[in-house]
């Protein structure tokens, strides 16, 4: 499978010209009322060959269904130079084959996509797919949440200049790894999601990046650092509301996806925090 990159987002928007279509009122890309199944609306009113609207600097060909239709339209762009045989733009195509690379833009859809037509063939057999939009829908299926924050405690003391360690407790929507799928107009895409990184507000004005959930504290560890995330406070919160230091886990979620009958595959992140609270004092001697 072909990942995309960087780069390759570069590439597209130097490939691409800003999307012509009537301003018709007509709302477009993913239908309204769709859920986890998705279907995308891009409507053709004739056969119009792709390859009619090709050649040196083809201009922008709009679908449509003509006057009094409801359905929404896209606008189809040759890529004029065509992208590099082995980019991924090419769907697993190649040159040998009659068809070229199109720029796609939706109403209603954010950004253009790209698409390999053949030539002839019209434009409602196209597919019309942002595979990392249905990536994101079967992300939220899976309800991912902030970290399960086993320490700091609210009910525990801790003490200027011990070592706290911080750590959440692990299950498939607070830490991952935890997948699903998600189906739009025939094409599947899986997403898998796992925390990466969380990043601990500690209320003192640091913070602490840990990779991973953190590890449980046990007394035969004694007076040492945690291994993977702990915090040293330097004073106490008696001057903070309540004698407390108010902090957040936020917790970055990378979640990876694979759509293979697009040969396309990628990831993005995403956040999601929990708030706590510690009360940290000072080692009270007495002579």
């Known amino acids: 499978m072909l990942r995309r990159a960087a780069a390759a987002a570069v590439a597209l928007a130097a490939f691409l010209v800003p999307a012509a279509h009537a301003d018709d009122g ?17 409507s053709e009113g004739g056969s119009t060959p792709a390859g009619a609207w090709g050649g040196s600097g083809a201009a922008a060909a709009p679908a449509g269904t003509g006057s009094g239709s409801s359905e929404p339209s896209c606008t189809y762009t040759r890529l004029d130079p065509q992208p590099p045989p082995e980019n991924a733009y090419w769907k697993g195509h190649d040159r040998s084959e009659k068809g070229a690379v199109y720029g796609v833009h939706c109403p209603g859809q954010q950004g253009a996509r790209t698409v390999w037509i053949a030539d002839g063939q019209a434009l409602d057999a196209a597919p019309v797919i942002d595979p990392e939009a249905v990536a994101r829908r079967a992300a939220a299926s899976m309800k991912l949440t902030g970290p399960a924050v086993a320490s700091p405690r609210a009910a525990g003391t801790y003490v200027v200049g011990m070592p706290m360690w911080m750590w959440a407790t692990p ?37 602490v990046t840990c990779n991973g959930p953190g590890t449980p504290y046990t007394p035969d560890r004694g007076k040492s650092m945690s291994p993977d995330c702990g915090h040293l406070y330097e004073r106490t919160a008696h001057d903070k509301p309540g004698g407390r230091y108010r902090g957040t886990a936020t917790a970055t979620w990378t979640i990876t996806w694979t759509a293979p009958a697009l040969g396309d595959e990628g990831d993005f992140t995403e956040t999601r925090q929990t708030a706590w609270t510690a009360r940290v004092g000072e080692v009270q001697v007495v002579n």
Do not use: E, L
Request: charged share 10%; hydrophobic share 35%; proline share 4%.
């Open 171 to 207: 299950s498939p929507n607070t830490t991952g790894p935890i997948s699903a799928s998600a189906t739009a107009g025939g094409v599947t895409v899986t997403a898998t999601a796992k925390v990466t990184t969380v990043r601990w507000a500690m209320g003192d004005g640091t913070t």
């Open 26 to 42: 007509r709302s477009g890309g993913i239908c309204k009322g769709a859920t986890m199944f998705v279907k995308v609306c891009a």
